[in-house]
T-cell receptor
Framework: DTAVSQTPKYLVTQMGNDKSIKCEQNLGHDTMYWYKQDSKKFLKIMFSYNNKELIINETVPNRFSPKSPDKAHLNLHINSLELGDSAVYFC???????????FGQGTRLTVV | QKEVEQNSGPLSVPEGAIASLNCTYSDRGSQSFFWYRQYSGKSPELIMSIYSNGDKEDGRFTAQLNKASQYVSLLIRDSQPSDSATYLCAALPVNFNKFYFGSGTKLNVKP
């Protein structure tokens, strides 16, 4: 299937732990993103990569570190997890800058 | 001020009616606009994109853009219960590679 896929779908972890979320797209897109959706359903950009290069880094705590090993992958590593990090994290991709974004299925992160 | 504003709803319409969803944006430099549908617990799904002033139709959906008024709307004709979802409006400024999303309007279509 052609898609944006991210793993895991659910992640429950304790405060202080370090966790990673993986994202892969096989659509041949140049641009990939990480978005955070809070409990009020507001989607906010965290990071944007174009051809493996970081082009947008919003005001996100430096505990969050994205990594793009190649154009098709964009992973998100989170250190020292806090209760406030609980949210749904979406990976997305666009064919190129300035075009529509297609979303992965989301990762529901719960920090306890 | 948020970059993209939507009425959170819920907007309730009877089955078969026209649902009208509205969105305003603050950045006059925005060039591209998108409507996404998000079912509860699911990811946003692209419904329509619109880039020019006027109307764009796709099946039961019509997107309308008025750049002078900084206003985008989505009309859903012959609304079905399966259209019940949250609809997200997004704006993409030119030369910026990040979408500004509204907080979404929840639509309920009653059988």
């Amino acid at each position: 299937d052609t898609a944006v896929s991210q793993t895991p779908k659910y992640l429950v972890t304790q405060m202080g732990n370090d966790k990673s979320i993986k994202c892969e797209q096989n659509l041949g897109h140049d641009t990939m993103y990480w978005y955070k959706q809070d409990s009020k359903k507001f989607l906010k950009i965290m990071f944007s990569y174009n051809n493996k290069e970081l082009i947008i880094n919003e005001t996100v705590p430096n505990r969050f570190s994205p990594k793009s090993p190649d154009k098709a992958h964009l992973n998100l590593h989170i250190n020292s997890l806090e209760l406030g990090d609980s949210a749904v994290y979406f990976c997305a991709s666009s064919p190129r800058e300035g075009t529509e974004a297609f979303f992965g299925q989301g990762t529901r992160l719960t920090v306890v | 001020q948020k970059e993209v504003e939507q009425n959170s709803g819920p907007l309730s319409v009877p089955e078969g009616a026209i649902a009208s969803l509205n969105c305003t944006y603050s950045d006059r430099g925005s060039q591209s606009f998108f409507w996404y549908r998000q079912y509860s617990g699911k990811s946003p799904e692209l419904i329509m994109s619109i880039y020019s002033n006027g109307d764009k139709e796709d099946g039961r959906f019509t997107a309308q853009l008025n750049k002078a008024s900084q206003y985008v709307s989505l009309l859903i004709r012959d609304s079905q219960p399966s259209d019940s979802a949250t609809y997200l409006c997004a704006a993409l400024p030119v030369n910026f590679n990040k979408f500004y999303f509204g907080s979404g309007t929840k639509l309920n279509v009653k059988p």
